[in-house]
């Protein structure tokens, strides 16, 4: 362990980390950091007001970040539960690491494991995910079932692996999974490097969190980014000034290289996860999906059939685009407070 990491861990797990970047504010009581392997994962806390009966570990996807929850921490700890938001792999100050095998689902999964044997030692949590986020909850709880006591998804539905790997660019050459096409752009190298210092990437927020130009179009579709148009994008997005200025100033400590990096491990994961598709598998806790009706990439046809692979699964549809928990949500709240009361 070298020098920094030493001081790193030593001064940030026990207590509040206090540098510039993201902030400590609502609905969070303090952030901390803890060194797994190589790497090292910054997270957010909330706590409840009395002594928490139990945790909650949500994921975010991409582009986003722990407050990317703001509207669903403060439920959770009114139910009695603390929640650790960690920033993920590649973002903020979460370590980014130059390997891309380091983004796969295996990866991710036995350090998250670990982060929380670091935690919460012996305690079996609640697991939540939006976008990339819920695609790792699946996967992640396939390998660690016993850390669970329920788990959720938000957008991204369970898609179970398959005995054979086509490459995306096969699919959407062959007119398939058009819906992901986006995909092929952004795993290209070509386009994070478009994204380097804060006023690129607050430009890109403000297209991928729904801004339009003046005449009504907005730049991100199926197809991906459109580069022309991207420029003149303007508020209102789905986040108001002061957030896009902190999500662009803690993006740009690392780029766009790691977050861009878990759309390069499509083959990584299917090798990872090839003997779970020969042999099966179904999940035995309390599960919740929950569908937005209006998104475009992770459309609702995809969840189709993902019923046959659960023993107590619950499903709830949001009329919103991709961003369903700030879009809606109370929608989003009444579905996650409805599910909880099954088992909690």
């Known amino acids: 362990m070298n020098l920094f990491r030493t001081l790193l861990v030593g001064l940030s797990v026990a207590s509040a980390t206090t540098s510039k970047g993201l902030p400590v504010q609502y609905p969070f009581d303090s952030s901390h950091s803890a060194l797994i392997g190589e790497n ?8 409840p007001s009395s002594e928490p009966k139990g945790t909650v570990l949500l994921l975010h996807g991409f ?20 929640v650790i938001v960690p920033e993920m792999l590649g973002y903020g100050r979460t370590s980014s690491p130059a ?26 949590v609640i697991l939540g995910g ?3 986020g819920g695609g790792l909850v699946w996967p992640f709880a396939t390998l660690y079932p016993d850390l669970f006591k329920a788990i959720f998804s938000i957008t991204y539905p369970y898609i179970p692996p398959t005995t054979e790997y086509v490459d995306l660019a096969v699919q959407v050459a062959a007119n398939q999974s058009l819906n992901s096409k986006y995909q092929l752009q952004f795993r290209d190298f070509a ?15 403000i297209g991928l969190y729904y801004g339009e130009t003046p005449d009504g179009k907005q730049a991100f579709s199926t197809n991906g980014v459109d580069l022309d148009i991207l420029p ?7 986040l108001n000034d002061t957030e896009l200025d902190q999500y662009a100033s803690e993006m740009a400590l690392q780029g766009f290289r790691g977050p861009t990096n878990w759309y390069r491990t499509a083959e990584i994961n299917f090798q990872d996860e090839l003997p779970i598709a020969k042999a099966g598998h179904k ?19 995809l969840s189709i059939g993902m019923d046959q692979y659960f023993d107590k699964l619950t499903r709830a549809n949001v009329n919103t685009s991709h961003w369903a928990m700030i879009q809606a949500p109370n929608d989003v709240n009444n579905a996650i407070q409805s599910w909880i009361t099954t088992f909690d």
Do not use: C
């Open 40 to 47: 090292v994962w910054r997270y957010f806390r909330a706590r």
């Open 63 to 82: 582009p986003d970040l722990p407050y990317g929850w703001k509207y669903q921490v403060p439920l959770f700890t009114s139910f009695g539960y603390q």
């Open 99 to 124: 390997e891309i095998d380091a983004f796969s689902f295996k990866n991710l999964s036995d350090e998250l494991a670990a982060l929380l044997d670091q935690i919460v030692p012996g305690e079996q």
């Open 130 to 132: 939006h976008d990339w």
């Open 191 to 205: 386009f994070d490097r478009q994204f380097r210092n804060e006023s690129a990437i607050r430009q890109l927020l």
């Open 232 to 238: 003149y994008v303007q508020q209102p997005s789905l």
């Open 283 to 301: 999940f035995t806790m309390p599960s919740l999906f929950i569908q937005a009706l209006q998104d475009p990439v992770l459309i609702p046809s």
